[in-house]
């Protein structure tokens, strides 16, 4: 099979170095990949977003199979364009993806179906927003309604950060037309878990629990980031949590998706607040997670691809999904300074067995040479049977790895080992 997977980050390595266990694969496009991609997939330069080239590369290879990653490409309709060449592709539709796309859209679905999250209000007029402001209990949270690269996302300890919020997020326009609209939701406290899950609008198959570190800094101290690393599973879902969530949150949501109109087919990713009010949907994503996918896919015993092949092919129900019983942890290299400013184009030394090594932000120089070339450069996972032992390797193996102005939190999996 020729296999065509769209991204260029940790997330795709780790899906591509899965996907190439499977013996049916003869071949695999990364577009556009990155400079470590390039030693597990031959990288095409044709950007994520590029649709109208992707599709036409993909009919000039004559692909069997394509992996959507990312969200924007899902969220502008890849799939729905793959799909209408006769190329099978992983990811929900269009339709489907603005489960992402529009939080608005995803909190009205979760209120007309009953599913537990934050209360909240949209707005699409300024001044309703400011006033609404004057009288909510505080903190708030404020989100822009579209995609906003996971910056979208401001919690408001005051009145003054709430309205400088609707400000930046409304008027400014600091994620351009994502914020035409806002939705303006109730804080909630407690342990986050990530849930991703395969799904073909039939069957709902929720992978092994995760915990994500956004912080830039340990002890969840610093800038939200797109995450410095990973554990699985994560020990707040409990067996009883996880019984809730999917009476309450996961069967509920696909229900509700196909009665929309909107099947949704591909990875949903449920990201939850585990409240003393019970768990609550924070937000859905259409996709893998990054770093979420380099613990979840490290402890998948079962073929990726074949899994993959079901949920596109309305068959998820006769696919085998074990995950090992083990523990993951991905620790997180960046470049000093993400996810503010950073200097670039240092070399990145790698040890021989790159395993559990999966390279995000590096290209290839024109000497050659891998350098380092964004602000989450490579993810470092090892799996074991404990998370103690786990993490233990993981940090052990960091030490492996060497480039200038490396950064990367001391922490990971802390608060789930003291759980
Ligand atoms: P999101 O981009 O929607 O994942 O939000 C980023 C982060 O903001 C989440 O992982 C939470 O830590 C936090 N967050 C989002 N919504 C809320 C909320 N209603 N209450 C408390 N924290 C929130
Ligand atoms: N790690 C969070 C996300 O992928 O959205």
């Given at each position: 099979m020729k296999i065509m997977v769209i991204g260029g980050g940790g997330r795709e390595h780790a899906i591509i170095k899965s996907i190439k266990?499977?013996?049916?694969?003869?071949?695999?496009?990364?577009?556009?990949?990155?400079?470590?991609?390039?030693?597990?997939?031959?990288?095409?330069?044709?950007?994520?977003?590029?649709?109208?080239?992707?599709?036409?590369?993909?009919?000039?290879?004559?692909?069997?199979?394509?992996?959507?990653?990312?969200?924007?490409?899902?969220?502008?309709?890849?799939?729905?364009?793959?799909?209408?060449?006769?190329?099978?592709?992983?990811?929900?539709?269009?339709?489907?993806?603005?489960?992402?796309?529009?939080?608005?859209?995803?909190?009205?679905?979760?209120?007309?179906?009953?599913?537990?999250?934050?209360?909240?209000?949209?707005?699409?007029?300024?001044?309703?927003?400011?006033?609404?402001?004057?009288?909510?209990?505080?903190?708030?949270?404020?989100?822009?309604?579209?995609?906003?690269?996971?910056k979208g996302v401001i919690i408001a300890e005051t009145r003054d950060e709430a309205k400088a919020a609707i400000k930046s997020i409304m008027e400014d326009k600091a994620f351009g037309k994502s914020g035409d609209t806002i939705v303006i939701e109730e804080f909630l406290e407690g342990p986050e878990v990530s849930i991703l899950s395969f799904t073909d609008g039939n069957t709902l198959v929720p992978m092994v629990s995760s915990m994500d570190h956004k912080r830039a800094l340990d002890g969840d101290k610093g800038l939200n980031t797109g995450g410095m690393g990973t554990i699985a599973p994560n020990p707040y879902y409990t067996e009883e949590i996880a019984e809730i969530c999917r009476e309450e949150i996961f069967l509920p949501t696909m229900i509700a998706m196909n009665r929309e109109g909107r099947r949704f087919k591909g990875c949903l990713y449920f990201g939850l607040m585990i409240t003393k009010d019970g768990p609550k949907v924070i937000e859905y994503n259409c996709r893998f997670g990054d770093p979420e996918t380099q613990v979840v896919l490290p402890l998948l015993e079962s073929d990726l691809l074949d899994i993959m092949l079901h949920v596109t092919n309305e068959s998820l129900d006769q696919a085998e999904v074990v995950f090992s019983d083990g523990a993951a942890c991905c620790i997180v290299m960046a470049s000093e300074g993400y996810p503010a400013s950073y200097e670039k184009g240092f070399e990145i030394n790698l040890p021989e067995n790159m395993d559990s090594i999966f390279i995000a932000g590096a290209k290839t120089s024109s000497q050659g040479k891998l350098v380092t070339s964004g602000g989450r450069v490579l993810g470092i996972t090892e799996t074991a049977d404990t998370l103690k032992e786990a993490v233990n390797k993981a940090y052990e193996k960091v030490k492996s790895v060497h480039f200038d102005n490396a950064f990367y939190r001391k922490d990971i999996g802390k608060k789930a080992l003291d759980v």
């Open positions: 266990k499977n013996p049916l694969v003869d071949k695999i496009y990364a577009l556009p990949g990155n400079g470590g991609i390039a030693m597990d997939a031959e990288c095409i330069d044709i950007g994520a977003t590029d649709l109208d080239k992707i599709v036409d590369f993909a009919k000039s290879k004559d692909i069997d199979y394509a992996i959507v990653a990312p969200d924007d490409p899902l969220v502008m309709g890849l799939v729905d364009l793959l799909e209408d060449e006769g190329i099978p592709s992983f990811g929900p539709s269009k339709a489907a993806a603005i489960i992402e796309g529009s939080k608005a859209f995803s909190k009205e679905l979760m209120k007309k179906y009953g599913i537990p999250t934050a209360e909240y209000e949209i707005f699409s007029d300024v001044d309703s927003a400011y006033s609404y402001i004057e009288s909510c209990n505080i903190p708030v949270v404020v989100k822009a309604d579209g995609l906003a690269l996971g």
